[in-house]
Each structure stands twice: as structure tokens, then as C-alpha cells.
């Protein structure tokens, strides 16, 4: 973990260690589907732990409301760590690649897996049990506080949802139509994204989804998360480095509504757009959000304004995953290989703490 003290410039935005079979498998299938010593540098204090990740990082969540980091990765651990402190406070094994993770409070969180299976982990307790799972791999896993469940979704084109209260934890599965590749929710609307296509479901409501729509982007979504400060606005981050915000339904819609290519390169003469691995936006009503990509760039913006705010130095990893604490004062940076490029490097994951 490495901390950096970062500064701001402002700028307008212009409108507009698993087993190689495991992998190869897992990846085949998403690609298939989807077309504690310390030195010191310039940039602040960098921390080694003891046990290092030794695959690629899939996802990273800060907790509710301390600054223990979740991270979610391909070599089968999930871990807790205490940033303030700089330790491990539990590693858990599964047999399969976790593709993603989550919290439904400080004790408790969730993981989805290579191998379908969706699993609760006792962070008090050090345990952990299977709740379900899907007929394929599971792509995404998030718990609604709204209606007090775990949501995933998988390859399997489903979309099940968990209630751990239950002892038949399974409330209800339907048919996506397509294999998920990611999910966010807001409130009371959960978003599910196909291929380059919007579902907006109401979580009162599941038999159907609302709305269905062409994303802005035209092209596969690879990533989206919901705006903290609109209970219907959400953004997608695409494979050819495009960002869109959307508010369907609501007043601010014509205003807010809007794409522009988030980290666009030069390659060979001809535009390039990075792959927008993550997007995460700081707590409350700000608008301020970062992007990170599959060329190791982290970049903040603020969605009101319009503006890019200021650009993290590159990482020699692509930027898998990216999180903010729960008073938007701390951003962790995953720089890890994401398996999604021949040429990526298959450098050791780090992870990287701003603090603002």
C-alpha cells in the first residue's frame, strides 16, 4: 500500500495464484461471452506485507464505516486489511477465483465466484458458507439495503436474489436474457448491464425490467456504479474508453445526461481508448468521481462541472479496481493485470492509498 498526497488541476472536460488451466478456463469463458516494512519515495510511505497477493486483483471495497479494505482476487483469497494500521486482519480461502465482492455491513460480506458460487463470509467469526450459486460463473454480487439482499448474477444469464435470513436463501431468479457483465443498484432501481444494452429493474417489482435501452456508449460496458447524488442516475465506463452519465426518469435528465471519451491515446497515428476498468464517485453530493483504466491511468472529474479535476501518476499495471472510503477521504487503487490483453504485464498486484 502506498500513500499519496495529491494535488488538483482543473481542466474542461470536452462534451461529447490460481492455476494456469483455471485461468485460461475462466478467461476463455469471460472473453468468449464478452467480445509490514516500509520504504520511503517522493511519494509517501510504501508498505509491503508479509503475504503478497499472487494473482490479479478483481475488486476492492472499502468497509461501511471504518477503513478496513476488502480485496477480492483471482489466487482464491479474499482479505481484510486495517489501512490505518497497514495489517492483515483475516485472509479466507475459496477453491475458485473470486470475481467480485462486497459488504452488507462490518461484519459481514459476500464474494461471487469462478465456479458460480456465491459465498458469505463472518469477518467477526473468520467463516464462511455458501448461500447458492449459478449454473456458470458468477460475474457480480452486491447486497441492497433497500430490500435487505444479496443480488448476483453469472454467465448463466441470471439474476438471483439471496435473502441469508431464510433457510432457503434463494427468493427469486429471472432470466436476464444474456450473460451479465456487471450490476449496480440506486435506491430502489437496480441496473444490469448486457453486452452494450441498459436494464433498469425495480427492485419492487422484478418481473421485468422497466427500461431497456442502448447504452450512449454503442459499445460493451465493462463497468458501472450508481451516482451518489441522484436516487436514478448512474455512469458506465466502456472497452473503448468512454464514460456516460445518465438520470432516466428524472428532471435532471436533458442537463446531466452525457458521454465523452475518458482517456483517450494516441497509438500509431490513430485515436486509442483505454479500457475503463472502474468508476467510483466520493460520498454524498459533490459529483466528484474517479476512472481508472487498463493503461494504469487514475483520473478525477467532476460530473456537475464538467471538468477533469487531475490525473494520479500511471501505474505499471492496469488499474483493475478503484475505492473510496466511507468520507471520501481515502481512494485505493488496484494495479494489478486484468487478464483482459495478451500484452498486459503480469507484474505482483499492489494496492495504492490516496489520501485527500
Not at 454524498?284 to 478525477?300: A, C, L, R
Request: net charge negative; proline share 4%; with cysteine.
Amino acid at each position: 500500500v502506498q500513500f499519496h498526497q495529491s494535488t488538483s488541476t482543473i481542466f474542461e472536460i470536452p462534451n461529447a495464484s490460481s492455476s494456469s488451466s483455471t485461468v485460461t478456463f475462466v478467461l476463455a469463458k469471460l472473453q468468449n461471452t464478452f467480445a509490514s516494512r516500509v520504504s520511503r519515495d517522493m511519494s509517501g510511505a510504501l508498505l509491503e506485507f508479509q503475504n503478497p497477493i499472487e494473482d490479479a486483483i478483481s475488486k476492492l471495497k472499502f468497509s461501511p464505516e471504518s477503513n478496513n479494505l476488502l480485496i477480492a482476487s483471482w489466487d482464491s483469497y479474499l482479505r481484510l486489511y486495517n489501512v490505518e494500521s497497514s495489517s492483515l486482519i483475516l485472509q479466507l480461502y475459496s477453491r475458485a477465483a473470486l470475481l467480485d465482492c462486497c459488504f452488507e455491513n462490518e461484519s459481514t460480506s459476500y464474494t461471487s465466484g469462478s465456479d458460480g458460487f456465491i459465498q458469505r463470509y463472518d469477518l467477526n467469526a473468520g467463516t464462511v458458507d455458501r448461500i447458492g450459486g449459478h449454473d456458470d460463473i458468477a460475474t457480480s454480487v452486491l447486497y441492497s439495503h433497500e430490500k435487505g439482499e444479496v443480488i448476483s448474477t453469472g454467465l448463466d444469464k441470471q439474476i438471483k436474489f439471496w435473502d441469508t435470513r431464510l433457510g432457503q436463501s434463494l427468493v427469486l431468479s429471472t432470466d436476464a436474457g444474456a450473460p451479465v457483465r456487471c450490476i449496480t443498484v440506486n435506491g430502489n432501481s437496480l441496473v444490469v448491464c448486457v453486452a452494450a444494452s441498459m436494464h433498469i429493474y425495480d427492485l419492487r417489482s422484478l418481473d421485468r425490467p422497466f427500461q431497456s435501452y442502448e447504452s450512449q456508449v454503442e459499445v460493451p460496458i465493462r463497468c458501472v456504479t450508481s451516482v451518489p447524488f441522484s436516487t436514478a442516475g448512474y455512469a458506465v465506463g466502456s472497452v473503448d474508453g468512454q464514460v456516460a452519465l445518465d438520470f432516466p426518469n428524472t428532471a435532471c435528465s436533458t442537463e446531466m445526461k452525457y458521454t465523452f471519451r475518458c482517456h483517450p491515446k494516441s497509438m500509431k497515428g490513430r485515436l486509442h481508448g483505454a479500457c475503463i476498468n472502474a468508476i467510483e464517485f466520493t460520498p454524498g453530493g459533490s459529483g466528484t468521481f474517479v476512472t481508472g483504466d487498463n493503461e494504469g491511468y487514475v483520473i478525477s472529474w467532476n460530473a456537475k462541472s464538467r471538468r477533469r479535476l487531475f490525473e494520479l501518476p500511471k501505474y505499471s499495471n492496469s488499474v483493475a479496481s478503484l475505492a473510496f472510503n466511507h468520507t471520501g477521504e481515502l481512494l485505493a487503487v488496484a494495479s494489478s493485470h486484468t487478464y483482459q490483453e495478451a500484452s498486459e504485464k503480469e507484474e505482483p498486484p499492489q494496492v495504492f492509498i490516496h489520501k485527500f
